[in-house]
């Protein structure tokens, strides 16, 4: 997509990975396979946003939505399959199951893909990129307001270090950038 890796935008990623790291930390135990699942859904995901900005050049986003969503759902029906012949599992169908399914299905697939392919359509990638660690934080948020989860410092100092990071990211070339007085001539 040609866009500018800037120093202020590596600076934005570094402190933000940063804050992530604070906000999640370890406790003390490492989950190998689950840091190595976590980086991989990253990279997945940041592939799909370019592939989809570049898609978006030719095609509506609510059109690119609609054929993601639809190739999503044909595939996770292939998997549930595979699943139930290897496990056996059942799910037991009750208001609370549909409830959660219409959740999300509507809001956090559909209104989330249509808001996040939108802003991609008005963005560089780049730009909707550097949200992504906004997401532990709001993470951790919701768990605090409905599971009443606890969070200490380093919570708060990951929070900042996840702001200031994408900050830099979104607003660094506008901060950091000369400002040209009118009439300046440079010689």
Known sequence: LHEKLTGSKIIGILLAVFGVYLILGTGGNINLPGILMSIASVLLWSLVSVLTRQGLAKYNPLVITRNAIGVAAVCEF???????????????????????????????????????NQGLAVLPASNCSALYPIQPLTSTIMGVIFFHETVGLSFAAGSAFIIVGVLLCLLGGMLFSRRKTPGHVRS
Do not use: M
């Open 78 to 116: 292939v998997f549930a399959l595979i699943e139930h012949a290897v496990t056996h599992s059942t799910i037991h169908i009750n208001g609370g199951v549909i409830a959660g399914l219409l959740y999300l299905g509507i809001l956090c697939t559909g209104i989330a893909y249509i808001l996040w």
